[in-house]
């Protein structure tokens, strides 16, 4: 039995996952939950666009983030939480698509500080998933605050 | 005469903000605009939450970066229009208040690369600003580009 | 007295700065030590530059995450140690000058996590500091670890 | 034929990392050169150190930014350059070993921007290597500058 695998980690992270209420708000859907890997995936829409119609980076941001946050916290006991310390979003291409589809893992576990990655894609019906962002963050892991919990 | 200020920027820097149509999503008002430096407010609404209730960082980084974009893009010629290469943000504080401000600044003009800066702040009725966020961001300005502009 | 204040701050902010060898090597100097804010000095040396005879983006950050570094140390108390977690430079100018300043300032105090930021200046006989980099640096306050101490 | 793929690149590579004279002072050797992904390793040496005796996160960013720095430089055709524009350093564990491997890889190509991620290494003759750091890098191409050349 592997001790850093929570027998329920995938309930905990859908749970909070659907506390997250600008999730619903962009229309973002938890697709995939693995031990340290998180996919989310979000259609298109024109109320997430920037001023030339491209999905907005704000929007690429918050699913990123979301993705490597969930990621870790796969990966955490059920009384610790997580918060994101910081991190960095690289825009390749521009947020163009029917789909996106978004994928954070665990770089680097830890019992205090951990660093995901996470990598965007533009998803067309009629040719392969293009990268269009790319992100690394950083979470910290908290216990005992009230606050702060799930 | 200052030829690197345009008389129409601020017209130019609202109607660009006004086509950002997840800006109008989140609530987001332009309250500043002055040359190299733009100001962006939120109220807190329950809708912009993760999961702890406290304002998402996507949120966060979609108002710091348009407010850094902004801020650069009011230092350009008409002709031109910008793209966001990349942003790190750091989350300094728990997104808590009434409602936030947002200030970007050009650290860095330039003709093809510009560099911004910015800082989210909370606010509530009685207490000082508190620094929740802070953010830099690196901008290409683009050139005769039929899909990007304005 | 402000009681975050400790007596000696420059002395161990000096005595750490000296065990870092690294400075010696790229004849960094640490020439002003404040409350929450440090410099750092650099003469242009040959063997410090990168291909097109700059001074090298590694010793840019090196010399800017020790000024960040030493800023957040200069904050703690004497039992505390720091480590950097991660940072960020944005290089503005190409690193050409007959001596360099890098300024770290503590943005945000904690007692786990303090950010800092920093700025580099290249400085030539007849002309204004031009700024060359900025960065942000995230730090991890260490208690009760033999070796990461001072 | 790939005709982005030069003939000489590993000779352009090699000549223009023998003319980082920084790369010399920290001991640095370009180990492998394939196309889009580079790797320079380096011998723990005490002046390299940190206050606590790790490599300095100078040192860490110096060879990161070169290997991304190169492998984006690989991908160029004879007449480019490459100036770094930013980057982004995560330190996930101290930097203890006998010997350190930085390896970059080409994320993104483009004519204009490029990214480039990498992974830094300890290696102990008696271990697996570990992760101590990774790095996201912009990159821009520059064309017709003499001052910026190989």
Chains 1, 2, 3, 4 share one sequence.
Do not use: C
């Not at 980690?9 to 859908?14: D, I, S």
């Not at 001023?51 to 916290?73: K, N």
């Not at 698509?97 to 019992?111: D, M, N, Q, Y």
């Amino acid at each position: 039995m592997n001790p850093t695998r929570h027998s329920d980690f995938r309930t905990r992270v859908r749970r909070s996952f659907d506390n997250q209420k600008a999730m619903a708000l962009l229309g973002a859907e938890l697709t995939r939950i693995n031990h340290g890997s998180v996919e989310i995936e979000l259609p298109f829409d024109e109320k997430l666009t920037q001023q030339h119609g491209f999905l907005h980076s704000g929007v690429i941001a918050a699913a990123l983030d979301a993705a490597g946050t969930y990621a870790a916290y796969s990966m955490l006991d059920p009384e610790a939480s997580i918060l994101t310390i910081e991190f960095k979003v690289n825009l390749m291409s521009p947020g163009r698509g029917e789909r996106f589809l978004f994928r954070g893992e665990v770089t680097k576990p830890g019992s205090t500080i951990i660093v995901s990655d996470g990598r965007g894609y533009a998803i067309t019906p009629d040719g392969p998933a293009k990268l269009i962002a790319s992100m690394t963050g950083t979470m910290m892991v908290i216990r005992g605050r009230e606050d702060i919990a799930g």
